[in-house]
């Protein structure tokens, strides 16, 4: 069946920026987990952005986007999973609504940060503007060769309906 995505909104944050030493660090605050067996975990918390035309100048605290995400390395010959997975949610607050998505998918990285160019996200509630949201697609721009800033992300809300 055909489906037809009606944007909603779109949504821009940084996971990176230049401290006063010029070092690129990261812009959240956050909490790291320790695992058996060991891999990257992480829950954090991060202002949203405007848009590059507007230098991805920060909102504030109304506007946060909250991450917990998980590694999972191919650990188990059994398991038919070959590839490691990076598991995530976020939730986005913000005075127009709020808005909560997951996503599972192959990523080869080793840190926290997504090493692949796009994913897409089951969104499984929201309020407000986003009370019909069903799938987000986040684009990654790690080097800023998109989107002129480095490790900018840009998120694009839709309500998918098969048409």
């Known amino acids: 069946m055909p489906e037809q995505y009606n944007h909603i909104k779109t949504l821009w944050y940084i ?36 848009s590059p035309a507007e230098d991805f100048e920060y909102y504030g605290n109304g506007h946060t986007i909250s991450y917990y ?6 650990n188990n010959p059994l398991s ?27 990523d080869n990285g080793t840190s926290d940060t997504t090493t692949v160019s796009k994913t897409s996200w089951i969104v499984t509630g929201g309020t407000g503007i986003y009370k019909d949201a069903n799938f987000a697609q986040i684009i990654y721009d790690n080097d800023g060769t998109i989107f002129g800033h480095t490790y900018s992300r840009k998120i694009r809300i839709f309500q998918v309906v098969d048409v």
Request: proline fraction near 7%; charged fraction near 20%.
């Open 80 to 106: 038919g999973v070959t590839l490691p997975m990076y598991k995530e949610s976020f939730i986005i607050n913000r005075p127009e609504g709020k808005i909560y998505c997951i996503s599972t998918y192959p």
């Open 69 to 74: 995400g998980i590694r999972i390395e191919p």
């Open 15 to 50: 996971t990176k920026t230049e401290d006063f030493n010029g070092s690129v660090v990261g812009n959240s605050n956050y909490n790291d987990f320790l695992t058996n067996p060991f891999t990257t975990v992480t829950e954090s918390i991060r202002t949203m952005c405007k």
